[in-house]
C-alpha cells in the first residue's frame, strides 16, 4: 500500500524536530499558559520555590514565617537579570507591600489609590502575565496550607488577584462570557464535592456548605463568594482547606469589592482573614 505524501512529510518533520529538541522538553514547550516548578528548598521556618513558565520568565518565590513574623518575597529573573516584584511583610501590627523597590504602609489610608495604581501596573505587565499559573502551581503542587501560614495566604491572594485580572482581560463581551458559562455550567467541578444534594467531603476550618437540592445554584446565583477563590470557574481548596463558605473569606470578599477591588490593599493582604478578622481565630478562613 503506497503510503500518502502529506503522511511521508509529517514524519520527516517529527524527526527533524525530535533529533533538534535531543530528547528534552526545552522551556518554550511548556504547555501554554503554564508553569512548572523547577526547584523547591525548605528550613525549619521557610521555604524557597522557583517556577518556571512558558513566556521564559521564572519566578522565585521566598516564603517566611516566625513567630510574630511573616514574609513574602517574589522575584522575577529572565535572561541572567533578575528583580525585585512584589513583598509583602507582616509583624505584630505592622504591615507592609512592597511593590517593584516602592514600600506601602498597608494600614496608612493615604497611599491606599497609589499602592492600588502600582500593583495594577505590575500584574499588567506582559512578564508578569504567567504570575497566577506559577502561583496556581505551588497551590496544586506543593499543597501549603494557607490557614496555618501568612506568607502561604499572601501568595494565594496575589495569584487569585493576577488569575482574576487575566480572566477579565481574556474575556471579551462580559455578556456572552456569562452566556456560555452559564450554559455551560462554568463551575469547578471541586464545588461538587463540597456542595448539592449528596456532598462526598465534609467542610473544615469552620467552614459551611449548602448541602440541599438547590445548593449548586445558589452557589452559582451567589458569585460563590466567600469561598476563598477567584470565583466559580476555580475553587483554591488549599487557602482555606476546602471549597466551602468562610466568615472571614466572605468578610474579605466584601473588602475586595470596595472602591481598589481586588487590587486595594485591604483585598491583597487579605484582610478580614489575616487581620481584622471578626473572631479571636488567628487564621480566620
Request: aromatic share 8%.
Amino acid at each position: 500500500m503506497k503510503i500518502p505524501s502529506f503522511v511521508l512529510n509529517l514524519l520527516c518533520l517529527l524527526l527533524v524536530q525530535a533529533e533538534h529538541s535531543g530528547g528534552q522538553t526545552p522551556h518554550s514547550e511548556i504547555k501554554p499558559n503554564s508553569c512548572e516548578i523547577s526547584s523547591s528548598t525548605s528550613t525549619e521556618h521557610s521555604k524557597d520555590v522557583t517556577v518556571k513558565c512558558v513566556s521564559g520568565w521564572d519566578f522565585i518565590v521566598h516564603l517566611e514565617d516566625r513567630e510574630g513574623m511573616s514574609l513574602l518575597q517574589v522575584k522575577g529573573q529572565k535572561d541572567g537579570a533578575e528583580e525585585e516584584l512584589i513583598s509583602v511583610e507582616h509583624s505584630g501590627a505592622d504591615m507592609s507591600i512592597g511593590i517593584q523597590g516602592e514600600t506601602f504602609d498597608v494600614l496608612d489610608g493615604d497611599t491606599a489609590e497609589s499602592e492600588s495604581k502600582a500593583l495594577s501596573n505590575l500584574l499588567m505587565e506582559k512578564d508578569f502575565s504567567h504570575f497566577g499559573a506559577a502561583v496556581k502551581e505551588v497551590h496544586d503542587k506543593l499543597q501549603l496550607p494557607g490557614w496555618r501560614s501568612h506568607s502561604a495566604m499572601f501568595l494565594y491572594r496575589l495569584g487569585i488577584a493576577a488569575t482574576s485580572l487575566k480572566k477579565q482581560d481574556s474575556a471579551g463581551d462580559k455578556d456572552d462570557t456569562l452566556r456560555l458559562q452559564k450554559r455551560f455550567w462554568g463551575l469547578d467541578k471541586e464545588y461538587r464535592d463540597y456542595h448539592g444534594p449528596s456532598p462526598s467531603k465534609s467542610c473544615v476550618q469552620n467552614g459551611s456548605n449548602y448541602a440541599t437540592s438547590d445548593g449548586l445554584k445558589r452557589l452559582w446565583d451567589e458569585e460563590c463568594l466567600g469561598t476563598c477563590g477567584p470565583s466559580c470557574w476555580e475553587c483554591w481548596a488549599w487557602v482555606c482547606g476546602d471549597c466551602c463558605h468562610h466568615t472571614g473569606c466572605l468578610r474579605h470578599d466584601n473588602f475586595c469589592g470596595g472602591p481598589m477591588g481586588k487590587l486595594g490593599s485591604d483585598c491583597v493582604t487579605m484582610r478580614g482573614v489575616l487581620w481584622d478578622t471578626v473572631t479571636d481565630t488567628p487564621y480566620d478562613c
